[in-house]
Every structure is written in structure tokens, then in C-alpha cells.
């Protein structure tokens, strides 16, 4: 048998110090210039809102690991990526594509909308924008942008991220939030 002492490293080992040390951290990007104003309507089978609009405000919280330069992400890149999806709903009539009570056709220079009941809607197609969700609720509008930001933050290769959140006020103190976990929970 060995005589020497039982002595603990002079450093905890790397499983004590992973253990002792947050390993998720979140970056939340609220700012005002994160907004659209647009116009929608609420339609599924059986009932339709009346067109109307909001000042729709978007927020943005990521989580994951902290890399080598001491960021989850650059603010920056998320900043950029959602200021340009709030750009391209500004101002514009927010089209459900994929509805299932709307018909949705270019006709010329326009876009018509016709509900099941046959109330037709005519626009410019400069003035709409035809998103690939069901229903223009915040709720499908917070999923379409986070799967734009999803995809731009791919293509600026981010990595380590875990999850992303994104809310879509439509009113103060009246938002609705879409979460997606990026890699499986351990
Ligand atoms: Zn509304």
C-alpha cells in the first residue's frame, strides 16, 4: 500500500468546477425599434374580425452557452435580423396564406381575398405581405419571426445556442410568446 497522504487536489476537479459554474445564460433584446404597425384580421372557420391594426411590438430572448469572447451572441446580429423581419410587416396588411377559410389570389397588381362567406377583400400587392402561417394571431406571427431569426442566426453560424423566444405585442401589456428548443435537453 502506498504511505502517502490522502491529500484533495490542490484544484477541484473539472466535473466540481462544471458543477459550481452557470452553464445557461440568456440574452433578452427589447427595444423600441423592434415594432411594425400593420393591419390583420383574425378569420377561421365560422368567424371573421373586422380589418383593423396594431402597433405590433417584437421582443427577443435567446439562451445558451457562454463562448470564448464571453457572449451567448452578439446583440448586434439579433438586433439586425429582427429590425429587418419588423421592416418588411411594417406598414403592410399581414396576409394568412395558408388560411383555411381565406382564399388568397394575385390578381394583376393585386392580392384578393376572398372568406368563406364571400366577402372579398382587394389591396395593392405592394401594400400586403402573404406569410406562410394559418392565422395572423401573435401567437403565428411570433412563430413566423422566430423561424426568420432562427435561420438568419444559422446563416451568421451561431453556435451554442439552446433556446429562442420571441414575444409579439399587439397592445401594452398584451403579448403572446413562441419558445423553440434548438438542441435536446440533456
Ligand atoms: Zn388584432
Excluded: W
Excluded at 440574452?27 to 400593420?38: I, P, R
Excluded at 381565406?102 to 394583376?108: C, D, F, S, Y
Amino acid at each position: 500500500m502506498s504511505d502517502r497522504p490522502d491529500r484533495r487536489p490542490a484544484r477541484p476537479d473539472r466535473s466540481e468546477r462544471d458543477a459550481a459554474r452557470p452553464s445557461e445564460y440568456r440574452v433578452v433584446v427589447e427595444k423600441d425599434f423592434l415594432k411594425f404597425s400593420a393591419a390583420h384580421f383574425i378569420a377561421y372557420k365560422g368567424f371573421r374580425e373586422p380589418l383593423h391594426g396594431h402597433n405590433y411590438q417584437v421582443s427577443v430572448s435567446i439562451s445558451g452557452t457562454v463562448g470564448p469572447d464571453g457572449y451567448v451572441l452578439d446583440f448586434g446580429i439579433v438586433k439586425d435580423i429582427t429590425r429587418r423581419v419588423c421592416g418588411e410587416l411594417d406598414e403592410r396588411v399581414l396576409v394568412p396564406a395558408e388560411s383555411d377559410c381565406l382564399t388568397v389570389a394575385r390578381e394583376g397588381a393585386s392580392v384578393v381575398l376572398v372568406y368563406e362567406d364571400g366577402t372579398r377583400f382587394v389591396f395593392p400587392a405592394t401594400d400586403v405581405v402573404l406569410l406562410p402561417i394559418v392565422h395572423a394571431s401573435a401567437e403565428e406571427l411570433a412563430a413566423y419571426v422566430l423561424t426568420r431569426l432562427r435561420a438568419g442566426l444559422q446563416a451568421h453560424a451561431v453556435r451554442g445556442l439552446v433556446e429562442i423566444e420571441v414575444g409579439v405585442g399587439e397592445a401594452p401589456g398584451q403579448a403572446a410568446y413562441c419558445r423553440a428548443r434548438l438542441t435536446p435537453p440533456s
